[in-house]
């Protein structure tokens, strides 16, 4: 268990942050950004959570949970000759996290009406949240993505951020009346 004692330690104010290995990097470093990305889609959740109860409110807390073993599986560099498996010393996303998240999917999807056109994020307060954390998630994706370009970024961790968004965006057509209420896109509507 993490223990914080006091919230300011005034040694990212030279604009470096410490990482879980004690290295440390500027502030504007594509691992922060796909850090600090991560976070903003848990507090689009936390937002989210607001309007949620039930199922979907445990299943985003559940997630909320992953997003900070997600933050930390980023905030520790790969190793010379690691090969992203955990460790008493190393949290890291595993399958386990990914398949939970694909069950989740298909059993939404199960439910919800067919898709006939794309749809517009909104709806519901509910499914408007979630669509926004859900572009939080594809935006955390593509800072992952941008620093997996750069070094070693764990697989598992870039597929759980890409089913996250997928997860979602079934999760939003669900606040919506289990898609009943989705609002369609009308290509051209307004020429």
Request: net charge negative; proline share 4%; glycine share 8%.
């Amino acid at each position: 268990m993490v223990k914080i004692n006091k919230i300011y330690t005034r040694t990212g104010d030279d604009g470096t942050t410490g990482l879980v290995d004690g290295s440390r990097l500027p502030k504007h470093a594509a691992r922060m950004e796909a850090i600090g990305a991560v976070d903003e889609v848990n507090a689009a959740l936390g937002l989210a959570l607001r309007k949620l109860s039930g199922a979907s409110a445990d299943a985003v807390y559940r997630i909320q949970n992953d997003l900070f073993d997600l933050g930390a599986d980023l905030a520790t560099p790969a190793g010379k000759d690691d090969d992203f498996a955990p460790s008493d010393m190393v949290l890291r996303i595993i399958e386990v996290q990914v398949e939970w998240l694909e069950h989740q999917i298909d059993s939404l999807t199960a439910k919800l009406e067919p898709l006939t056109s794309f749809i517009l994020p909104g709806g519901t307060e509910a499914a408007a949240r979630l669509h926004l954390a859900r572009t939080a998630a594809r935006r955390a994706e593509r800072a992952m993505a941008a620093l997996a370009g750069e070094e070693p970024v764990n697989p598992a961790a870039l597929r759980y951020i890409n089913r996250l968004s997928d997860y979602l965006f079934v999760l939003g057509r669900d606040a919506n009346d289990a898609g009943k209420a989705d609002i369609k896109w009308v290509p051209g509507a307004n020429r």
